[in-house]
């Protein structure tokens, strides 16, 4: 319970310092940038990572899987996603879903066929995997 805490207390924390790239979306550039990385001395051999990316109308992720947790949080724009064999569901700014490792993610994109939609990413997982791995 306590490490779930922690995991709370950082994803806020770094909501925090993020919110004004939301305001301005030329200031994450194309794809994603990368915020914090970060070995966990209470949490042995996992790393967590923060990042913002970018989801370009039209664009559509390859479905993938994540080695470890996710948050994700809709800082702009309207994204539709879909984990696993459930439905594709709609998160709109100041939303957000979790991810468990190894879940199909086979739709991740910006609703909008004109605009961008920005989230934050916060990865837990372990040090030496991949925190993305493209699914055939």
């Known amino acids: 319970m306590k490490i779930i805490k922690y995991f709370i207390f950082f994803v806020g924390l770094t909501l925090a310092v993020t919110t004004n790239l939301s305001a301005h979306p030329n200031g ?3 794809g994603s940038k990368v915020l914090s990385k970060d070995k966990m001395s209470n949490f042995p051999g996992n790393t967590l990572t ?8 039209g664009e559509v992720s390859s479905p993938h899987r994540h080695a470890g947790f996710l948050f994700v949080y809709v800082l702009e724009g309207e994204v539709l996603s879909q984990l696993g064999d459930g439905p594709v569901t709609l998160y709109k700014a100041g939303e957000s879903w979790v991810e468990t490792p190894q879940i199909l ?15 934050l990413v916060v990865f837990v997982g372990p040090d030496d995997e991949p925190l993305t791995t493209r699914v055939e």
Do not use: D, F, N
């Open 28 to 30: 994450h550039g194309s």
């Open 50 to 57: 923060s990042m913002t990316i970018e989801l370009k109308p």
């Open 105 to 119: 993610h086979g739709v991740a994109e910006s609703a909008s066929k004109s605009k961008s939609a920005y989230i």
